[in-house]
T-cell receptor, first 115, second 111 residues
Framework: GAGVSQSPSNKVTEKGKDVELRCDPI?????LYWYRQSLGQGLEFLIYFQGNSAPDKSGLPSDRFSAERTGGSVSTLTIQRTQQEDSAVYLC?????????????FGQGTRLTVV | DQQVKQNSPSLSVQEGRISILNCDYT??????FLWYKKYPAEGPTFLIS?????DKNEDGRFTVFLNKSAKHLSLHIVPSQPGDSAVYFC??????????FGPGTRLSVLP
């Protein structure tokens, strides 16, 4: 498809397990973002990839969270030893390199539930 | 400390009237602003944007106003329609950096 694709759409996992969330950005988009939205909350920035530059990891809430972007395209967000407070919708977005401003296009999100 | 604030968590408007959603920011480095609309169980969708070199951008029923001196922007929807009922997020960015989102305002347009 032409949009940002995220998988799985829903994930239920037991506390303490590791999970991997995948994002396929729009082809040609050099910037990729991960956000999460907890119940009733706004969009919380997690990590930002721009081309070959070092990613901006300033939003990652703990060292249990990590993300990779392979070949400048697909990204995987990994949460190790999941906790109940990790339950949220994880949203991925991509955009072209900003020169004067470009909007980011979001995927449908992955709803993560830690039980 | 929230860099992007939307002080109204919710707003109700009659169909056909104007909806005004407000957003304030603190970082003077922000130079690009966007509004996103989000329906339940869907990802946010881009609505309209404005660069800091402008003070107004219009797209159909949607107009965004930017007041840089007050670090304030607003989204006007005229006329409001029931299908506009959604959560609206304001976002801001500085060149080469991530987007910072506000907490959102839930708009309900009543028939």
């Amino acid at each position: 498809g032409a949009g940002v694709s995220q998988s799985p759409s829903n994930k239920v996992t037991e506390k303490g397990k590791d999970v991997e969330l995948r994002c396929d950005p729009i082809s040609g988009h050099t910037a990729l973002y991960w956000y999460r939205q907890s119940l009733g909350q706004g969009l919380e920035f997690l990590i930002y990839f721009q081309g070959n530059s070092a990613p901006d990891k300033s939003g990652l809430p703990s060292d249990r969270f990590s993300a990779e972007r392979t070949g400048g395209s697909v990204s995987t967000l990994t949460i190790q030893r999941t906790q109940q407070e990790d339950s949220a919708v994880y949203l991925c977005a991509s955009s072209t390199h900003r020169q004067g401003g470009n909007e980011a296009f979001f995927g449908q999100g992955t709803r993560l539930t830690v039980v | 400390d929230q860099q992007v604030k939307q002080n109204s968590p919710s707003l109700s408007v009659q169909e056909g009237r104007i909806s005004i959603l407000n957003c304030d920011y603190t970082n003077s480095m922000f130079d690009y602003f966007l509004w996103y609309k989000k329906y339940p169980a869907e990802g946010p969708t881009f609505l309209i944007s404005i660069s800091s070199i402008k003070d107004k951008n219009e797209d159909g029923r949607f107009t965004v106003f930017l007041n840089k001196s007050a670090k304030h922007l607003s989204l006007h929807i005229v006329p409001s329609q029931p299908g506009d009922s959604a959560v609206y997020f304001c976002a801001a960015s500085a060149y080469g950096q991530n987007f910072v989102f506000g907490p959102g305002t839930r708009l309900s347009v009543l028939p």
